[in-house]
């Protein structure tokens, strides 16, 4: 039987740093800076988007958050009587104006304040009120900011001057009641 050869102990780190490299090796090399630059950029994308991703989360929160307060709100519509309708100004007053224009104008909808006004006053407060408060009635503008609002909310579905539409809107509420 033949004796075993000895085994050879080589140092390939300390070779492969003498000797050139092969084109091979070379190339792998080139791979691997290449996807680490890759990675990197992907890394970076990645984190923009998560960053992105927490943004929208928190708009969207926020937009529910915000819609669960108009729902609140809209349960104030249709306004029964007075003391209503200056609660409803003084709230509109501190500062909840856009919400109460944007409910308004949803309950006025396409077909307008002549057909939908009913929806924000009752046919009764409509005869107790009207817009410069002459023959014994009360006046909306003394309401200034329930007005503004109303005025707005009809300045965005509804054509031709806020003013004169909303004076042809309550009478012909009244004359319905």
Request: hydrophobic content about 40%; proline content about 3%.
């Amino acid at each position: 039987m033949a004796t075993p050869r000895k085994i050879r102990q080589i140092n390939y780190r300390a070779t492969a740093e003498k000797s050139p490299k092969c084109s091979n090796c070379q190339s792998m090399e080139e791979l691997k800076d290449f996807f680490k630059s890759e990675m990197a950029v992907l890394s970076g994308q990645f984190k923009l988007v998560l960053e992105e991703q927490a943004q929208q989360k928190i708009q969207i929160a926020q937009l529910l958050r915000e819609r669960s307060e108009a729902e609140g709100l809209s349960s104030l519509f249709p306004v029964t009587d007075k003391d209503e309708l200056i609660c409803l100004d003084h709230q509109i007053e501190l500062g909840n104006r856009n919400w109460f224009v944007k409910i308004m104008t949803e309950l006025l909808g396409s077909s307008g304040p002549k057909a939908n006004l009913k929806y924000i006053i009752t046919d009764e407060l409509a005869m107790q009120y009207n817009v410069d408060g002459i023959l014994g009635k009360a006046s909306l503008k003394s309401l200034s900011f329930f007005y503004k609002a109303l005025l707005d909310a009809i300045s965005n579905c509804a054509v031709g001057p806020p003013k004169s539409v909303l004076r042809s809107a309550m009478q012909l509420q009244k004359k319905k009641e």
